[in-house]
Antibody, heavy 121, light 106 residues
Framework: QVQLQESGPGLVKPSETLSLTCTVS????????WSWIRQPAGKGLEWIGR???????NYNPSLKSRVTMSVDTSKNQFSLKLSSVTAADTAVYYC???????????????WGQGTMVTVSS | DIQMTQSPSTLSASVGDRVTITCRAS??????LAWYQQKPGKAPKLLIY???SLESGVPSRFSGSGSGTEFTLTISSLQPDDFATYYC????????FGQGTKVEIK
């Protein structure tokens, strides 16, 4: 079955850019939407944005000015860049399949295990 | 953006209890609502989509109902594996989540 795996640095300095990649295995990345979601320790879930395999994107308005997502269908991967990070961006970052083209029509039906990113000097 | 408000924030219950969690949207979202279960250190797991459709493999003791602005997740008979935090999420527009409801052992 389809599995997702996040990868990237676990420590990022303030004001720098956080970069994460999600690798899709067990199925094709094509014809689906893919999202990034984050969760600060002890807090709730925040949707960051989504990308379709054509490259079209939607971002959370509260993060839009700092977020860039991209997709590489040849590698079955999609990526997140979050610029000008501060301590408030410290969180577990999840990638997930956004079910807009599945039977759920928009629920997140497959999740990666999550990766902890700490912003600190 | 659409705000999602869950109640209660914490719920204490015993094995075998019937449990109900409520989620309210700040505007109508039709039936575009999902429920997730999250255990410590794990990713959320989809339980219910389109307000009342059970995700494949999820036990039938979980059910969802509602439309418009008010929704409920019901666990008909709480099992030991069900102690967790539950989140609702709307996808009528750009996704937003409720703040979560922790179901703990009474």
């Amino acid at each position: 079955q389809v599995q997702l795996q996040e990868s990237g640095p676990g420590l990022v300095k303030p004001s720098e850019t956080l970069s994460l990649t999600c690798t899709v295995s067990g199925g094709s990345i094509s014809s689906y939407y893919w999202s990034w979601i984050r969760q600060p320790a002890g807090k709730g879930l925040e949707w960051i944005g989504r990308i379709y395999t054509s490259g079209s994107t939607n971002y959370n308005p509260s993060l839009k000015s700092r977020v860039t997502m991209s997709v590489d269908t040849s590698k079955n991967q999609f990526s997140l860049k979050l610029s000008s990070v501060t301590a408030a961006d410290t969180a577990v970052y999840y990638c997930a399949r956004d079910g807009m083209t599945t039977v759920t029509e928009g629920a997140f039906d497959i999740w990666g295990q999550g990766t902890m990113v700490t912003v600190s000097s | 953006d659409i705000q999602m408000t869950q109640s209660p924030s914490t719920l204490s219950a015993s094995v075998g209890d019937r449990v109900t969690i409520t989620c309210r949207a700040s505007q109508s979202i039709s039936s575009w609502l999902a429920w997730y279960q999250q255990k410590p250190g794990k990713a959320p797991k989809l339980l219910i989509y389109k307000a009342s459709s059970l995700e494949s493999g999820v036990p039938s003791r979980f059910s969802g109902s509602g439309s418009g602005t008010e929704f409920t997740l019901t666990i008909s008979s709480l099992q030991p594996d069900d102690f967790a935090t539950y989140y609702c999420q709307q996808y009528n527009s750009l996704p937003t989540f409720g703040q979560g409801t922790k179901v703990e052992i009474k």
